[in-house]
């Protein structure tokens, strides 16, 4: 299994970014699939999630209304667009499998830096 985010950089306030997750090794459209964060000294929290086939979404209330997650199964890819981005948003971004093969699997983040 590997999981392959891209799609970081620095981007202004208010600005936008779509976050990419590339998925191999398993059947992509069998899972859920979910964004994680970790700011510099906090703890790594929930972005959002998708469910396998994409007909069920949840949002951290930080996020809500900003960001929108996504999937293409046909492509293996979740991706997660970021608008009206904020300097709080600056984190390392990951991908993350739901529970499946008696485990979870992430990918080795993305760098999201908000600041002008």
């Known amino acids: 299994v590997q999981l392959v985010e891209s799609g970081g950089g620095l981007v202004q306030p208010g600005g936008s970014l779509r976050l990419s997750c590339a998925a191999s090794g398993f059947t992509f459209s069998s899972t859920g699939m979910s964004w994680y964060r970790q700011a510099p000294g906090k703890e790594r929290e929930l972005v959002a999630t998708?469910?396998?086939?994409?007909?069920?979404?949840y949002y951290a209330d930080s996020v809500k209304d900003r960001f929108t997650i996504s999937r293409v199964n046909a492509r293996n890819t979740v991706y997660l667009q970021m608008r009206s981005l904020k300097p709080e948003d600056t984190a390392v971004y990951y991908c993350?499998?739901?529970?499946?093969?008696?485990?979870?699997?992430w990918g080795q983040g993305t760098q999201v830096t908000v600041s002008s």
């Open positions: 993350k499998t739901d529970r499946f093969r008696g485990r979870e699997y």
């Open positions: 998708i469910s396998n086939f994409g007909m069920s979404t």
